[in-house]
């Protein structure tokens, strides 16, 4: 019998969703020295990448009979979507100038998973990848060893405080040199935070949600204050106080009763591959409105949605988003 689906998780990813595309809507919008638009991308919508990573960890590790070849069938299967899209795209472009700039047949999906070319968002198919290399070995002590597990869990959070502290302390961030997949202590940590909630389910209410919101935004305005290219969601992912926020935030969503809204997330859920392909063609038409965030946060998510819905009615949608 086939398994249940956890509307919980498929409601954690519609929110990281919905989030990616506030980091990428936003345009500055001063009131004083303080970037609103930017407090809303940074305290909202940070901890969307987090989260997918956490919510990979929930469900992949604890899995039985997971080998290699598991590893390598998936790893094909990004590549092969990331290949497809970009070759699309290069059609699409060729009818459009009519100049075929054959190099990027290749340049175009290998740069995207190295936060290059049009599709640089695909950086995060990079990142998996890479965690697929070693899942097997991760689910393994996950299983069988899960108090070496947990120890493992506390090493990368440690190696991740110090990247924090050198990143504060290295003008423009140490991390600032590295292409965002090859971070992999941030997404090792989060995805490992994804199996020790699996391990360790707790409750939560929204005030600890709120705290320690608030508490994370202290810390983008502490570390700002001794390196000013710190004031960015991506440099504080290694924060111990990121890793709190997000583990509250996943155990509050996950415990939420959505089964009134189930027939949305069931909609919506399969729609997370298309709109985080074609959201930053979207993300443009910010330019035709003024500094209202919210807003063309929303607008720009109902017209992504929307197409991706579109796109996932046909039979060339579906096998094209699929891996």
């Known amino acids: ?148 597990f947990i120890h493992l869990f506390i090493f990368i959070i440690i190696i991740c405080t110090t990247v924090l502290i050198i990143n504060t302390i290295t003008p423009g961030t140490f991390e600032k040199k590295i292409p965002q997949p090859f971070r992999i202590w941030n997404w090792l940590m989060y995805f490992c935070l994804g199996g020790y909630i699996k391990m360790n389910p707790k409750a939560f209410h929204w005030k600890w949600v709120l705290l320690l919101a608030f508490v994370y935004c202290a810390q983008l305005f502490v570390v700002k204050y001794f390196n000013p290219a710190m004031f960015k969601a991506d440099y504080n992912y290694a924060s111990l106080l990121t890793l709190l926020y997000v583990y509250c935030l996943f155990q509050v969503l996950n415990r939420l009763d959505v089964h009134k809204i189930d027939g949305g997330i069931k909609q919506l859920a399969p729609l997370f591959l298309p709109v985080y392909t074609i959201h930053p063609f979207i993300t443009p038409i910010r330019a035709h409105f003024q500094s209202i965030y919210p807003v063309y946060w929303l607008i720009i998510t109902v017209i992504t949605v929307a197409i991706s819905w579109i796109i996932m009615q046909t039979k060339i949608g579906k096998w094209v988003f699929r891996i």
């Open 1 to 148: 019998m086939a398994q249940e689906r956890n509307l919980n998780i498929d409601f954690i990813k519609i929110f990281a969703m919905v989030c990616v595309i506030g980091i990428h809507s936003g345009t500055k919008f001063y009131i004083g020295n303080i970037d609103i638009n930017k407090f809303f991308i940074l305290t909202i919508c940070g901890t969307a990448i987090p989260l997918f990573f956490t919510v990979s960890g929930y469900l992949l590790l604890g899995r039985n009979n997971i080998d290699w070849n598991y590893s390598i069938k998936k790893i094909w299967g990004i590549v092969r979507f990331v290949f497809v899209v970009c070759w699309i795209y290069w059609l699409i472009m060729l009818i459009i100038t009519q100049e075929p700039h054959w190099d990027k047949l290749y340049k175009d999906p290998l740069g995207a998973f190295l936060m290059g070319g049009a599709f640089w968002q695909f950086w995060y198919f990079g990142a998996m990848c890479l965690i697929y290399m070693l899942y097997p070995f991760l689910n393994n002590i996950y299983i069988e060893k899960q108090k070496t």
